[in-house]
């Protein structure tokens, strides 16, 4: 038999010179293209990497600050009812100050009043308000009339004496009567409040 002719091995064709680049101005483009390209995934790569750091960092600084947020409400809460208490006392103090300067205050009215009424002027009724005063009364004679409005125009803090109503003596009533009204200026009446007995003895203990 005959033998089948062996098979001639295929030429290995191994080129290991670079390729010929594109000239021209289309190689020079495509060359700029291909270095813009790289360039900007290097870049793109880089930027990447920072976001996703900082975004650890940022989520590191998240729980962090939950963290305190949970600490601190904890605090809050536990003081809650201390604050709530505190607020309570205080409005009462603030309550029980206001109502000793406001009787300290109408104390002081009511004298200056009663310093302004003429000898003989016998009160029958008296109103104080936050703006004034409004009273009633007799009198024997009509200069104690005169004396009333000189007073009352000689004094700073209750002025502008009103008289609504002025009648004369008659057979039922031998006296004049009338009702009047006038302005009082509440803010020349401001006096600190005298201390308790309290105070003053915590005062004298501690200068000892």
Do not use: C
């Amino acid at each position: 038999m005959a033998r089948s002719a062996q098979k001639q091995p295929s030429e290995l064709n191994i080129n290991l010179m670079p390729k010929e680049e594109l000239g021209g101005t289309f190689g020079e483009t495509i060359h700029w293209v291909l270095t813009i390209g790289r360039y900007l995934i290097i870049a793109t790569e880089i930027v990447a990497l920072v976001t996703f750091g900082l975004s650890l960092k940022l989520t590191v600084d998240k729980n962090n600050l939950n963290n305190s947020i949970k600490n601190a409400q904890g605090r809050i809460d536990s003081k809650s009812e201390f604050e709530a208490t505190f607020r309570e006392v205080q409005k009462k103090l603030d309550n029980i100050k206001g109502l000793r300067a406001k009787h300290v205050n109408n104390y002081l009215i009511i004298q200056e009043f009663n310093r302004l009424l003429p000898e003989g002027l016998t009160l029958e009724k008296l109103e104080l308000s936050e703006t004034g005063v409004t009273f009633s009364g007799s009198f024997p004679t009509a200069s104690q009339l005169q004396t009333l409005i000189n007073s009352f125009n000689r004094s700073d803090k209750i002025h502008d004496l009103e008289i609504t109503s002025l009648n004369s003596p008659s057979a039922n009533n031998p006296k004049f009567t009338l009702s009047a009204s006038a302005v009082v200026e509440r803010s020349l009446f401001n006096t600190p409040v005298p201390a308790t007995n309290e105070q003053t003895t915590q005062q004298g203990t501690g200068s000892q």
